[in-house]
C-alpha cells in the first residue's frame, strides 16, 4: 500500500512539476501523512535531468509547505480546540499530543515555531496549536517560510548528492528514502543542537529577566515601606 502511494507521489512530481510539487508539500503540511522526503528529492534528480531548476524546486516546495500551513492554522483557528480535541484522534492527533504542542507554542512561540518546521514528524502537526492559540499571523507566516525554505533547500541538496552517487535510485523509490534519511541524520542533530542552545539562552535570560522583575518588586516594597 505505502510502496504505491510512493510510486503515485513520484508520479506527480514527475507528470505535474512544480505544481506537484506544491501540492504535495501542502498536503505535507496539513494532516496528510506525505513526507516531504518523496517530493524534493526526487524533483532534485529532475533538476539533474534539465527538466526543472534547483531553485524553482526549492521554492516550490516553500510556497507549498506555506500553504499546507497557513490553511491549517486557519481552519483550527475557526474550529477551536474543542473540535479538534474530539476529532483529532480521527487525523492521528490524540489530546495528549495537543496539549504537548499548546505548551511548546506558549513557551518557545517563534522559535517554536522555525525548528518545528526542520524536524520531522512535527513539523506537519505544528499549526494546528498555532491556530487554537491564536499565534500571531504574521509571525507564523514568517517562521513557517524562513523555517520550510530552509528544510527545501537541504531536501533538494541531499537529492543533487543522491542522483550524484546513484542515479538509478530514481527508479526505486523506497531505496531513495532510504538514502535521503541516512543522509539527513547529521543535519537533524545538527539542529537539535541548535535548537537545544536557543531553549537554553531563553531559559538563561528568562531566569534573568524573572529575577529583576523580583528585585525592582522588592525594592518598591521597600521604598514603600520606607515612606509609611
Known sequence: MLHSLIAIWFGWV?????LGIIVLMAMESSIFPVPSEVVIPPAAFYVAQGKM???????????????????????SRWVG???IARFGRYFFISEKKLDLAEKWIHRYEAGGIFFARLLPVIRH????????????FTTF????????????????????KAYQVEPGLI???????????H????????IVALMALYFLVLKL???KEGKVAANGSQNVQDTDTTLL
Open 14 to 18: 514527475n507528470k505535474w512539476g512544480y
Open 53 to 75: 531548476t534547483f531553485w524553482g524546486v526549492v521554492l516550490a516546495g516553500t510556497f507549498g509547505s506555506y500553504l499546507g500551513s497557513a490553511v491549517t492554522y486557519l481552519i
Open 81 to 83: 480546540r474543542a473540535f
Open 125 to 136: 502537526l505544528i499549526s494546528i496549536p498555532a491556530g487554537i492559540v491564536r499565534m500571531n
Open 141 to 160: 507566516s514568517a517562521m513557517t517560510i524562513i523555517g520550510a525554505f530552509i528544510w527545501c533547500w537541504i531536501l533538494a541538496y541531499l537529492g543533487q
Open 171 to 181: 527508479d526505486d523509490p523506497e531505496k531513495m528514502i532510504h538514502f535521503i534519511k
Open 183 to 190: 543522509q539527513s541524520v547529521w543535519i537533524i542533530i545538527g
Open 205 to 207: 535570560t528568562g531566569g
